[in-house]
């Protein structure tokens, strides 16, 4: 497992990751603020810091340049409930500069009335932008939560609106 963390308008990105993919990322200088919520078998690894490695620095940073669609072959580690799985799944079909509903989100990953359970699969995402649960809202069509503030998801949704008008 290696550590890394590159510079973004919204602050430092930190990124855990290991050969078949990004296991958690996080707007954090600190990597190791990651590492809590990982599940078996990385949970209590030390990661190894390094330089961000490819394809991810070229992604994020295309990305935060204005292709927001960079990132959306990068692969994750992931594991969890089969909503869950389905839910994060459904996540990277949203399209950067549009968002769904939980509700919506619910329906799409198989559990039509689960919109509790999508928020859940929301919060406990632990790939947060490269697995976009920013552009999930509520049926209401304000923002809900993002673990990272509302000013940051606000922001993300603004970039990929004005990156798909150019």
Not at 120 to 127: F, K, P, S, W, Y
Request: glycine share 10%; charged share 20%; aromatic share 8%.
């Amino acid at each position: 497992m290696r550590s890394s963390t590159l510079p973004t308008p919204l602050g430092p990105f930190s990124l855990l990751t290991v050969e078949d993919g990004i296991l958690a990322a996080g707007f954090t200088p600190d990597p190791s603020a990651l590492l809590p919520e990982l599940p078996a078998p990385w949970r209590g690894r030390e990661p190894v810091p390094t330089e961000v490695p490819e394809p991810y620095a070229s992604a994020l940073a295309a990305y935060f340049a204005g292709r927001v669609e960079a990132i959306d072959a990068l692969s994750v580690v992931q594991s969890g409930s089969g909503f869950r799985m389905a839910a994060w799944r459904e996540m990277r079909r949203v399209r950067p500069g549009t968002t769904v509903s939980y509700q919506e989100l619910a329906a799409s990953a198989g559990r039509p009335g689960a919109a509790r359970a999508a928020g859940a699969a929301c919060a406990d995402n632990l790939v947060p932008l490269i697995v976009p649960c920013h552009r999930i809202r509520r049926s209401d069509g304000t923002l809900g939560g993002y673990y990272y503030g509302l000013a940051v998801k606000r922001w993300l949704l603004d970039h990929e609106k004005g990156a798909g008008s150019r």
